[in-house]
């Protein structure tokens, strides 16, 4: 009984010990997994499998057959025309139809060498939102594609002052967005942190908050828009200062009165947010050209903007765009600078704009007016391969049935428009078109405009199926000439 009693205490400890030596093992296993100790201290230096993978080593065993080549999606199509009269016969039935109204163009052109393999109807057209194209293929001529918008704070004319200066940056935010959100945009919540971080380093925790929207000039409104635009909530004032395009809250349509004092208001609350005194209420001044720069967000590229815009037909950023236009071109940023200035980048380009009526960048306005040939130039100059830096304007387009203002169009007329037909639309009362880029069953690259400018409203949804099944007849169409 003695020695039982004498080595019970002696297996207790025994067992507590190896479990205790257990858990430390354990426990130095995470730490060590957790701070990556094995590669600090004993030189293990295993690839990961995240920024690695090509690294890493097959399980002992297992033989991995050599890569191959991967087949081939689709083999590349040679350039080709297209043959006219197989063209005429996919339209002309469509074409005729009386619920298209009395003022109907019609023109298609084939992509190979610009040559128009059909017209029919009028000669100029009210092109609504078509007029996109025009403004986004100019911006990307005079700015570039990566050219990105700056919305800055500067110092003031006193060192308790600060100028909110608007850069004209179409899709500045009230506030950060999700990270998918497409194209990533630029806040006014960021650029206060940043602002209150340099007022910090400053010793500044008291300003006055001014804001600069002087880059645009001239009307904010156009003189050629009817009055019930902005009564109806149509198109916002066009500022160079805003936060959500001049609306209330963002996606809603409901559009503020003076778009430069509200983005200076929520960019004052932000800043109080991070702790900054703001004393009085914004008021509008113009930065000194030497200004000491205090923080700055910049836009998206200018080539995902221009995507935005034709994807959603977005006219608040279209206007912003054509007058950067006019500004980059040395002229002022107004409409009537903007007016000049796309004429002026067009007939760079080659593009003949003689006979047309160039008022805006949306195609708001109703005394707007383009001929085919222009949008089927302008189409023309996006898909050449000489002109890499425009090419958003024809691969950005909406994809009938998939994308943007096509997602819900093309539920009629040849399936075989469905994802072939890339176009622009444009719509206001009594209008309606379509231009863009589509490749028939023969490979051949077709440009192509099909604009309705007398449409009756009982006939609104007539008319717009109509015109989709237009350029479905072309996707659908074996329509290359024959070799």
Known sequence: MAGRDRGHPSGRWLRRSTATLVVLLFALAAVSYELDLGKRWLGWDYPSPVTEPAEVAPPPGLTLPAPETAPVVAEPTEDRAANPAAVRRALAKLVRSKKLGPHLAVAVDQLVDGKTVYSAGAGLVIPASTMKLLTTLTALEAMGPDHRFRTTVVAGATSRQIVLV???????????????????????????????????????????????????????????????????????????????????????????????????????????RQQIEVRGKPRPAVAAEDAEELAVVESAPLGQIVQRILEVSDNEAAEVLFRHVALAEGLPGSFEGAQQAVRTVLERLGVDTSTDVILDGSGLSRGNRLSPATLLSVLELATSEEQPDLRSVAVDLPVAGFTGSLLYRFETGDDEGLGRVRAKTGTLTG????????????????????????????????ARALLDEIAAALAGCACGATP
């Open 431 to 462: 209008v309606h078109g379509l231009a863009g880029v589509v490749t028939d069953q023969d490979g051949t690259e077709l440009a192509f405009v099909a604009i309705a400018d007398k449409v009756k409203i009982e006939n609104t949804l007539d």
């Open 166 to 272: 608007g850069g004209g940056d179409p899709l500045l935010g009230r506030a950060p967005e999700a990270d998918d959100v497409y194209p990533p945009r630029a806040d006014a919540q960021t650029l206060a942190t940043a602002t209150a971080k340099a007022l910090g380093r400053l010793g500044r925790d008291s300003v006055r908050v001014f804001y600069d929207d002087s880059l645009f000039t001239g009307p904010s409104v156009s003189p050629d828009w009817p009055a019930s635009y902005i009564a109806e909530d149509v198109v916002s004032p066009i500022t160079a200062l805003w936060v959500d395009e001049g609306r209330e809250t963002s996606g809603l349509a409901d559009r503020v009165a003076d778009p430069s004092l509200e983005a200076a208001r929520i960019f004052a609350q932000a800043l109080e």
